[in-house]
């Protein structure tokens, strides 16, 4: 069965997350969709017919397509804020002014958006799940200890599904 993992892993999900920061669903409907696959994938498997999406996903350790989107917004969100790639900052975010005693200090401001087009883009998408990371369990010294941390953030609170 670990190899059938694999396969998806290796085939399946890539196809699925291919430029997610671009493309991210916000309908539910789409979301859905998207999620379909895994779903439907997991429960071909033997003997996980009968369980639960969460428990399957859970029992073969993977993660769900929607908050695995999220954790892509959040790396290239990093790599924006810290200059990593070549995107102006303030094309996109600019800081919070005043710092609160919560949070850690790279907070971004929320910018206003009319439409709902405006609001399910990236710069708008991300800056919840980023003002959201805890300062004591979010390790920002370098890409790597970001991405290792951010998997221990809980972000079923902004889960759709």
Same mark, same amino acid.
């Given at each position: +069965? ?5 396969? @998806?892993?290796? @085939?399946?999900?890539? /196809? /699925? ?10 309908? /539910? ?23 639960? @999406? #969460? #428990?399957?996903?859970?029992? !073969?350790? !993977?993660?769900? !397509? ?6 892509? =917004? !959040? ?14 900052? =303030? ?14 200090? @790279? ?28 300062? =004591? +369990?979010? =390790?920002? #010294? ?8 951010? #998997? ?10």
């Amino acid at each position: +069965m670990s190899s059938l993992i694999h396969a @998806y892993c290796t @085939y399946i999900r890539p /196809l /699925l997350e291919y430029n997610s920061v671009v493309w991210s669903p916000s309908n /539910l409907g789409d979301i859905r969709r998207v999620e379909s696959v895994q779903r439907k994938f997991t429960k071909r498997l033997p003997s996980f017919q009968n369980l639960s @999406y #969460t #428990t399957r996903t859970e029992k !073969l350790g !993977l993660t769900t !397509l929607e908050l695995r989107r999220v954790y892509f =917004d !959040l790396v290239v969100c990093y790599k924006i804020v810290f200059n990593l790639i070549k995107v102006q900052f =303030d094309d996109f975010f600019s800081f919070i002014p005043v710092t609160k005693t919560r949070g850690h200090p @790279y907070r971004l401001f929320v910018n206003f958006a009319k439409n709902k087009v405006r609001k399910n883009f990236f710069a708008h998408r991300v800056v919840k799940y980023w003002n959201f990371l805890p300062a =004591d +369990m979010v =390790d920002f #010294t370098s890409l790597s200890h970001f991405r290792q941390t951010i #998997t221990q953030v809980d972000f079923s609170e902004f889960a759709c599904y």
